[in-house]
């Protein structure tokens, strides 16, 4: 009598069959996704109407960011309880709105370039990816781009969370007619990239200022003897690093994709919450949207005296209105003599705002209202 064989293993080759309530959920989720399709293309095509009703009507102004800010705004309302994060969502939903305004006339975003910037990541993550971005060497060009009307926006740094205001940008609103149309908040991660296997090799590091800044307690620690070169941007840096042996740069984890560099430390920045704000400048007030800031340029008379920026905020105080940012940078007309940018809550035509602009007007000898926007979503 032959000895019983013992029981067939299943070969680990041949994937095992999914269990029978597997397969429901799995039906459940492709007709979901059938249903969602469906929609997209419903909400596509009555995109697509509105554009030709605004072409028949002699409307040019096919983007809204007023109404898209709402409208992101009801997304997270709704999302109570998730599951997804409401940044998740957000982004699927801002993605949806891009591909289809893009039906109508596909946007021309002006940034700081390179590609592989920060700036660049807030062009993204504001007016998700169906767009022309056009990327400038210059802050200076992309203000021109925009007032040329070759761009429909630019998106610029204004200032971060731990090394201050961007001057340059704040300074271009002096003579630029341009307005603010939105804010952009990013969080930052800083990398360090090089093509070397050891923080050793590195002879030098080349970044924009405000990066080398942001890192600077790091570098003290890690790369004392490195030379530190700033450049005009991070992407430039990370070109450089590609380009030279001994260089490395700091940028982001875009940069790395597109200059085919190594991330040797990741994360570098001195504070954990390392965030950069960025502004979209446009052509045009806009509109209210329910929750907004409003951005003034300020200053008082020669003879004011003391108590001249008192007098200059006090009608905000009294109106009960927040400011939520207080700037001062030389004017440029004459030595010794200040502008000051502020940020309140509000919009311009509200009717606390309204009242407080008046009373400021009479005692300022410039007031120009740089814009009226919706706050960052998320």
């Known amino acids: ?153 630019g998106v610029v740094p204004i200032e971060n969370s731990s090394e201050g205001t961007v001057s340059h940008t704040a300074d271009m609103f002096l003579t630029s007619p341009l307005k603010i149309c939105g804010e952009v908040e990013l969080r930052v991660h800083q990398h360090l990239l090089g093509r070397m296997a050891s923080l050793r090799k590195i002879e030098r590091l080349c970044a924009h200022q405000q990066a080398l800044a942001q890192c600077r307690g790091w570098l003290a620690e890690h790369l004392p003897e490195a030379e530190k070169i700033a450049v005009s941007s991070n992407a430039e840096g990370a070109r450089r690093a590609r380009d030279e042996a001994g260089t490395a740069a700091i940028a982001g984890e875009a940069a790395a994709e597109v200059y085919g560099l190594r991330i040797l430390v990741p994360e570098i920045e001195d504070h954990p919450d390392n965030t950069t704000r960025f502004l979209v400048v446009g052509r045009k007030i806009l509109a209210p949207s329910g929750k907004d800031r409003t951005t003034l340029l300020l200053s008082a008379p020669d003879t004011a005296g003391p108590g001249a920026l008192l007098r200059l905020l006090e009608p905000f105080a009294r109106a009960g209105i927040t400011l939520t940012r207080l700037e001062s940078r030389p004017s440029r007309r004459k030595k010794w003599d200040y502008v000051f940018f502020i940020d309140i809550e509000g919009h311009a035509e509200d009717r606390p705002v309204q009242a407080a602009l008046a009373r400021v007007k009479k005692v300022a000898s410039l007031m120009k209202l740089l814009g009226s926007y919706p706050r960052a979503v998320l």
């Open 1 to 153: 009598m032959s000895a019983r064989r013992p029981p067939r293993k299943p070969s680990r080759r041949h994937a095992q069959a999914p269990a029978p309530g597997l397969e429901t959920v799995r039906a459940e989720i492709d007709a979901i996704d059938a249903k969602l399709q469906a929609l997209i293309s419903d909400r596509a095509r009555i995109a697509r109407k509105v554009g030709l009703t605004k072409r028949a009507a002699g409307t040019a102004e096919f983007y809204r960011p007023e109404r898209e800010a709402a409208v992101l705004r009801r997304v997270v309302e709704r999302n109570r309880g998730g599951p997804l994060r409401d940044e998740e969502m957000v982004r699927l939903y801002r993605e949806i709105m891009s591909a289809c305004l893009a039906q109508q006339e596909p946007l021309k975003i002006a940034f700081l370039g390179p590609e592989g910037t920060f700036t660049q990541q807030a062009v993204l993550k504001h007016f998700g990816h169906s767009v022309r971005a056009l990327p400038l060497p210059s802050i200076d060009e992309v203000f021109r781009e925009v007032e040329a009307g070759v761009a429909d926006f």
